[in-house]
């Protein structure tokens, strides 16, 4: 069963209708299939501001779909670019790893002005990364704070084989913790992808615990229900990101 959407709708008017979607898909309607639509500028405040931190989530589960399926949005980037000279308005920000293959905006099938992307190796907080995060949401207004690990993570591995190299060693001991607190009974070495891959999503579990333990900002935003932190995992294989609540 399908449904189709105008190319011309807001992304506001395409997320009620995707909502919708997921609604039926919940109640065992089979989940209807979105076609290629048309994003020919960025979020206006009003788009933005009218979104729930779910309808966020839901907009990115959405755009990982079309990325997965090979149907992209019909984004207009240099509309895009024109439209957001006089102001940004994000939906969320992301704090993802380095990696080459993992790209938060292609990912999630996103557009220019749509989020703040901050990456660093591991995807570990720290002091700038909270301050970065604190400022997308209590000032610029981002409803979500999406923390994105992967699978085949190499600083999650080089943690595990307690690789060292200048500045890395310290990085890669922020990543520590989570090995010691993957619960895993086969062999616990970086060759195993799987014990690699269970440490990475511990890692991004740690990672948010770290967020609200450390910014009281962002922690009393999510307890006013004006901000979601939540956690995914994007999987290299299929290139699935899925979405948990720690």
Same mark, same amino acid.
């Given at each position: 069963?399908?449904?189709?959407?105008?190319?011309?709708?807001?992304?506001?008017?395409?997320?009620?209708?995707?909502?919708?979607?997921?609604?039926?898909?919940?109640?065992?309607?089979?989940?209807?299939?979105?076609?290629?639509?048309?994003?020919?500028?960025?979020?206006?405040?009003?788009?933005?501001?009218?979104?729930?931190?779910?309808?966020?989530?839901?907009?990115?589960?959405?755009?990982?779909?079309?990325?997965?399926?090979?149907?992209?949005?019909?984004?207009?980037?240099?509309?895009?670019?024109?439209?957001?000279?006089?102001?940004?308005?994000?939906?969320?920000?992301?704090?993802?790893?380095?990696?080459?293959?993992?790209? #938060? %905006? +292609?990912?999630?099938?996103?557009?220019?002005?749509?989020?703040?992307?901050? &990456?660093?190796? =591991? /995807?570990?907080?720290?002091?700038?990364?909270?301050?970065?995060?604190?400022?997308?949401?209590?000032?610029?207004?981002?409803?979500?704070?999406?923390?994105?690990?992967?699978?085949?993570?190499?600083?999650?591995?080089?943690?595990?084989?307690?690789?060292?190299?200048?500045?890395?060693?310290?990085?890669? #001991? %922020? +990543?520590?913790?989570?090995?010691?607190?993957?619960?895993?009974?086969?062999? &616990?070495?970086? =060759? /195993?992808?799987?014990?690699?891959?269970?440490?990475?999503?511990?890692?991004?579990?740690?990672?948010?615990?770290?967020?609200?333990?450390?910014?009281?900002?962002?922690?009393?935003?999510?307890?006013?229900?004006?901000?979601?932190?939540?956690?995914?995992?994007?999987?290299?294989?299929?290139?699935?990101?899925?979405?948990?609540?720690?």
């Amino acid at each position: 069963m399908k449904n189709n959407f105008p190319a011309h709708l807001s992304r506001r008017a395409i997320l009620k209708r995707t909502l919708v979607v997921s609604a039926l898909s919940v109640t065992g309607i089979a989940a209807l299939s979105v076609p290629s639509i048309s994003f020919a500028v960025t979020l206006s405040k009003e788009e933005r501001d009218g979104m729930t931190p779910d309808a966020v989530i839901e907009h990115f589960k959405q755009g990982n779909l079309r990325f997965r399926e090979n149907r992209p949005a019909k984004h207009d980037y240099l509309e895009q670019k024109r439209s957001s000279v006089a102001g940004q308005y994000p939906a969320a920000v992301i704090l993802s790893c380095i990696d080459s293959r993992v790209p #938060a %905006e +292609i990912v999630l099938d996103a557009g220019i002005g749509e989020t703040f992307n901050a &990456r660093v190796a =591991g /995807n570990i907080s720290n002091r700038d990364m909270l301050g970065s995060m604190e400022f997308a949401c209590a000032v610029a207004g981002a409803k979500v704070v999406l923390v994105m690990g992967h699978t085949r993570c190499g600083a999650v591995r080089g943690a595990i084989d307690n690789a060292e190299l200048g500045h890395l060693t310290g990085l890669l #001991a %922020e +990543i520590k913790p989570a090995i010691e607190k993957t619960a895993y009974s086969g062999e &616990r070495k970086g =060759g /195993n992808y799987d014990f690699v891959d269970a440490v990475a999503r511990k890692n991004v579990e740690l990672t948010i615990e770290n967020i609200r333990k450390n910014s009281p900002v962002l922690k009393q935003l999510e307890g006013q229900k004006k901000v979601k932190i939540v956690g995914s995992m994007y999987n290299l294989v299929g290139g699935v990101v899925d979405f948990f609540e720690v």
